[in-house]
C-alpha cells in the first residue's frame, strides 16, 4: 500500500502532472488534425460533386446564387485548411498562434459575407458583420505588427 501512495505522490508531482498534460495534449492535437483532413477531404469532395451536379446544370437565372454557393464551399475548405494549419503550427511549437486564429475568423466572416443572402437580413445583421470585420482587422494589424518588430 506504501507503495502505491509512493507511486501516485510521484505522479502528481508538479513536472511529472505537467508532462502527463503535454502528452494528453499532443494526443488530441494529433487527433484533431487527423479528424481535419477527414473534414477537408469531404468538404473537397462536396464542392466536386457540387460544381459537377449544380453548377453546370443551372439555369442563367439561378447562375448567381448557385455561383455564390460555390464560393461558399470554396471558403469552407480554406477555412478548413486554415484550422488544420493551427492545428499543425500547435504541434510544432506548442504554442497557439493568435495571427492565425484571427485570420481563420477573417476567413469566416467573409465567407458569411460572400453568401449573406441581402433580402433574408435585417441592418442590425450586417452592421455587426461589419463591426466583426473592423474588430478582427485591428487586432490583426496589432497582431502582426507586434509580431513583425519582435522578429527583427
Known sequence: MKK????????TKDENFAHLIEILEVLVSKILAIAMLVVILLAIANL?????????NTNYDNFYKTLFKTFGLF??????????????????????QVEL????????VARKIIILDLDKVQG??????????????????????TNTKSRR
Open 124 to 145: 442590425l445583421d450586417i452592421i455587426g458583420l461589419g463591426v466583426a470585420i473592423l474588430a478582427l482587422s485591428f487586432s490583426y494589424l496589432i497582431i502582426h505588427s
Open 101 to 108: 486564429v484571427i485570420v481563420t475568423s477573417l476567413i469566416a
Open 48 to 56: 466536386i460533386s457540387f460544381i459537377i451536379q449544380d453548377l453546370f
Open 4 to 11: 502505491l501512495f509512493q507511486q501516485i505522490n510521484e505522479i
Open 75 to 96: 471558403l469552407n475548405v480554406l477555412i478548413a485548411l486554415e484550422i488544420l494549419e493551427n492545428i499543425t503550427a500547435y504541434l510544432k511549437k506548442h504554442v497557439l
